[in-house]
């Protein structure tokens, strides 16, 4: 019987080892497979954030943030995912590349290729991706009154959970309901009153460029991402320098 045995698994032992490949390739794409869907539907929620039409976009400070280096990691993570999810790259590469340990080295290529091509405008919603992954954006509602702290700031508030907006050190990203300042020399400049004080609370978003289209007459809601500048006591305006504006 022991013959029989060791004739039979000459015989079959290469159709079995071909077969659990098959099977090892079955499951490691299934994997990428389900990966690659959630990865999908996460960037299509994003796709309908507040975040849509851009007013305004500081290009030389964008493309400054990118060529740092203080957010490489972040940005890395954020370009391989947004690549996995715009572009046509074969399944079958992703899997090949997971299976020999080449997922880093092809990661990192790809971030190469985008540096070189981006331009502003592409490079802020990847920068935006990678400020949220690295979680630097305080996020400030005025009409709601609300502030979500990120981790630094939300460790460094006492036991009240007071926020001052305008000494709030971090990316802000303030959503409001805006007007255009009249008679502004350089730029534009924005203001939206939030709170019930008297007399009224602003917060004031300085650009210094031009804006990408139109500026909507009356008021309208916008959202500015910048840093805050400070306060105005004259004025009772907390000034934040622009980024990034969309409405």
Known sequence: MAVTDGLWWSVWWPWMTAWLVTAAGALALAAVLVRHARERRRYTAAGRSAYSMCLYLDEQSVMDLYEIGNYRSALEEAVELRTKVDTSVGVWSRVLAWLFRAK???????????????????????????????????????????????????????????????RVGEFVSVRGEFTVVPD?????????????????????????????????????????????????EDTREATLEALAIFW
């Open 104 to 166: 880093r080295d092809v990661s990192q290529e790809t971030f190469r290729k985008f540096v070189r091509k981006d331009k502003p405008i592409n490079v802020i919603g990847m920068l935006m991706d990678a400020f949220e992954r690295a979680d630097v954006i305080v996020h400030a509602d005025l009409p709601t009154l609300t502030v979500t702290p990120n981790r630094a700031l939300s460790d460094s508030l006492g036991a009240e959970r007071v926020v001052t907006l305008s």
């Open 184 to 232: 502004v020399p350089d730029g534009f400049v924005l203001r939206a009153a939030y709170g019930d004080q008297e007399p009224p609370v602003y917060v004031r978003v300085v650009a210094s460029g031009t804006a990408r289209r139109s500026i909507p007459a009356g008021t309208f809601t916008a959202r500015c991402l910048g840093k805050m500048t400070g306060w105005r």
